[in-house]
């Protein structure tokens, strides 16, 4: 079949949809943490289908409550009542804080940044965005002009800082570096300052920037610069990953986040966290990504692991954004439909019941500290970071210059990871980071195997 299936590919799929390897994979079974092809062979995915299977392939708990929701009743759309998005909004509510507490169910990440930003331009009456460079916000025309990863671009931005958006009221911020040659070295490392020790090792789990390089007053002071110079007067939203994910695990100074959320509510805007990638648990510490930098956002965008595959997707906003706008009809067909309700239910209670955020924070930590070593170990290995299961290993030429190392490279150590068993994500602006953000499933165990798989591929490229 699998000849076939190239056939039908070249044919009758979108040649824009890039697959994975020089011979892509052709899977046939998920089980929690682990993917199978059709020949049998068991891959360890350290991917997650792109950060969204979040509580493990085919989880027993959430295939059984899709399976029964199937068999009674699947959609409705929302011109009538069903339990079951009723109970999802006053569930996923229950894991915000105030004032989070109206739901809006949307299909994709992209198309709730979309209404996010519609959001925060009809609350404020303003239309200016600020975004950061490095940031990825989703492919629809309105979230793609917030998005600043080169290649997504389509040919029509140059890579850092671009200048070119498809919106062009939308101003990028300063600060996301989009590798550790722009950024300040991010890497894990003995630190004295923060209050969150992992006792034995003493490494500051909340792996803190800010004493790294002090660098926080700097990138406060760029961010002023940016909102004098191009939003002098009104602004309408500001809009950051808690930690970039497509741009490979990126983070800010501690206390940059806080700040820059000060500055653009003292301009009347309101913030809003695009949790696509950090929320429900990834990080760790907490449950949603804005709470690792002590902030409570004005709207929050929601997608990926919500539906641990099921396309799903949400913004949560206040009720006094959401009274603003209810003059504003806004609908899609498929939003709060049952049975993804119904799966996002399930998710909620899996993450519960599995314990998964601190198994994020507990296995998340213990792989920083193996890869750190393979940092410390391998010239190529330029920076180690992250927090929780959400984890960039960037590569470079060297620890000096820290180029990216050639694609071609790259390539060859990440395609031998596959070979061994292990399937790894790629993201920052020279496809340079290896991207590890697992099923919050994965065990220490599965850290031992992966860490030795990611071992044995850099001996071999270092011959
Ligand atoms: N925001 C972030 C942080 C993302 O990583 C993504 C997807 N990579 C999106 C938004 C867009 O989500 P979707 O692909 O579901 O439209």
């Known amino acids: 079949p699998y000849e076939h299936m ?36 068991r891959y360890l995915d350290l991917f997650a289908g792109i950060v969204t299977v979040s509580v493990g392939h085919c989880h027993p708990k959430v295939t059984m409550a899709a399976q029964k929701q199937l068999a009674c009743l699947w959609h409705t759309t929302n011109i009538y009542m069903h339990p079951s998005i009723h109970e999802y909004a006053e569930k996923l509510t229950s894991f915000l804080p105030d004032p989070l507490k109206v739901v809006y169910l949307t299909n994709s990440g992209s198309e709730a940044n979309d209404l996010a930003m519609f959001m925060a331009r009809l609350y404020t009456r303003n239309f200016d965005i600020i975004c950061f460079r490095g940031a990825y916000h989703g492919g629809s025309p309105y979230a793609l002009g917030l998005t600043s990863i080169g290649s997504y671009k389509h040919g029509v931005a140059n890579g850092i800082g671009c200048s070119t958006t498809m919106l062009p009221d939308v ?33 500051c789990s909340d792996y ?16 002023k610069d940016t909102l004098n110079t191009s939003v002098p007067k009104t602004i309408a939203g500001f809009i950051a990953e808690p930690i970039q994910g497509v741009n490979g ?14 500055l653009v509510r003292e301009r009347g805007g309101v913030c809003i966290s695009d949790e696509v990638q950090t929320g429900f648990g ?16 004005d709207i929050i965008t929601l997608a990926k692991g919500i539906g641990n595959g099921f396309p799903m997707a949400a913004v949560v906003t206040t009720k006094e954004i959401a009274n603003s706008l209810a003059q504003n009809l806004h609908f899609n067909t498929f939003g709060g439909n049952p049975l993804a309700c119904v799966v996002g239910s399930a998710v909620l209670d899996a993450i519960e019941e599995d314990n998964l955020q601190k198994n994020s924070k507990d296995v998340g930590t213990y792989m920083l500290l193996e890869l750190a070593k393979l940092r410390d170990k391998f010239e190529i290995v330029g920076d180690v970071r992250g927090k929780g299961l959400m984890i960039g290993i960037e590569m470079v030429t060297d620890k000096d210059s820290r180029h990216p190392l050639p694609s071609e490279e790259i390539n060859q150590i990440w395609e031998d990871c596959k070979d061994m068993g292990v399937l790894i994500g790629r993201g920052g602006l020279y496809n340079q980071t290896l991207r590890v953000k697992p099923p919050m499933c994965i065990t220490k165990k599965d850290v031992d195997f992966a ?3 990611i071992h044995t591929a850099l001996e071999k490229h270092m011959g």
């Open 6 to 41: 190239l056939k039908i590919r070249e044919q009758n799929i979108a040649p824009s949809l890039r697959m994975y390897y020089k011979k892509p994979l052709l899977l046939h079974q998920g089980h929690m943490q682990w993917l199978f092809d059709y020949e049998g062979r």
């Open 208 to 223: 803190c920037l800010g004493c790294v390089c002090h660098a926080n007053e700097q990138y406060i002071e760029q961010f």
């Open 282 to 297: 990834r990080t760790g510490s907490h449950f949603w990504g804005f709470q690792t930098h002590d902030v409570v956002p």
């Open 249 to 262: 695990a990126v983070q800010y100074p501690k206390g940059f986040l806080k700040e820059a959320y000060q």
């Open 451 to 453: 860490v030795e798989v």
């Open 171 to 203: 101003f990028r911020g300063p600060w996301g570096g989009s590798n550790c040659r722009d950024s300040p070295v991010q890497t894990v490392r003995r630190c004295s300052c923060s209050e969150e020790y992992l006792g034995a090792v003493g490494i």
